[in-house]
């Protein structure tokens, strides 16, 4: 083998080692919200959001509300600031906003948010995704053109303009009760579904899986798409060693 093809090979296998994508869940707990989930290269990046006297705050629990950390300062302004400095080059990223107050309030105030910067909703590579109190499957196609669903049933999926969907989840609670420590017994039921959604040409995430390297790598073999974890650079560094 000559020095060209054994390097190649060698960029082959380093590309299908880190080509994993990592979901940052629950990101805003985090020390540097958005930062330590982007520069670790996660691929999706969660906020859950209530809508209070027309502010979008970011919190996991109402009583945790703080004035400053909202969905534009946590995650908007360090987004845009990011964008212009790479000239929107090399970076596919979805922002996973879940809403916790009322659906379509909540969300028509993501929209006139979003609106405040073009230069993310137009970009071809930066998705955001709304989670939580979404409105019906027949009306995703009502919202603008950068606003996509992150889809929790496979019984109205037809019901849905296929466009609008960026992804399916579910609980992983619904499935098993696995620690992610001991030997996964649950495969065949995970597998169905996973099928079943990828047959249908979407992606799929679980939700409130266990948080393990061993929980990792095996979602990452049953052909999870994108990995939950509250730690997106220890989940990501996991997939650059080589197996």
Request: a positive charge.
């Amino acid at each position: 083998m000559n020095r060209i093809s054994f390097w190649f090979l060698m960029l082959l296998a380093t590309n299908l080692c880190i080509a994993q994508k990592i979901h940052s869940h629950n990101d805003y707990v985090r020390d540097k919200p958005f930062y330590e989930a982007f520069e670790a290269g996660a691929s999706s990046i969660e906020a859950d959001v209530y809508l209070i006297n027309n502010k979008l705050f970011v919190a996991h629990e109402k009583t945790e509300i703080d004035s400053y950390r909202n969905l534009e300062n946590l995650y908007l302004k360090p987004l845009n600031a990011v964008y212009k400095k790479r000239k929107n080059k090399h970076i596919e990223l979805q922002i996973l906003i879940d809403c916790k107050t009322s659906g379509e309030a909540t969300l028509s105030a993501i929209v006139g948010l979003l609106n405040k910067y073009p230069a993310l909703v137009n970009s071809k590579n930066l998705r955001f995704v709304i989670s939580g109190n979404r409105p019906s499957p027949e009306k995703y196609a009502d919202y603008p053109a950068f606003i996509f669903f992150d889809h929790q049933s496979l019984n109205d999926l037809a019901k849905a303009d296929p466009k609008k969907i960026a992804l399916v989840s579910f609980s992983f609670a619904r499935f098993s009760r696995w620690d992610g420590k001991s030997t996964f017994e649950d495969a065949e039921k995970l597998k169905a579904t996973i099928e079943q959604v990828h047959a249908s040409g979407f992606p799929i995430r679980f939700w409130a899986t266990p948080d393990t390297p061993l929980a990792w790598e095996t979602m990452h073999r049953l052909g999870v798409d994108f990995i939950n974890t509250d730690s997106p650079k220890a989940c990501k560094d996991s997939f650059k060693v080589n197996k």
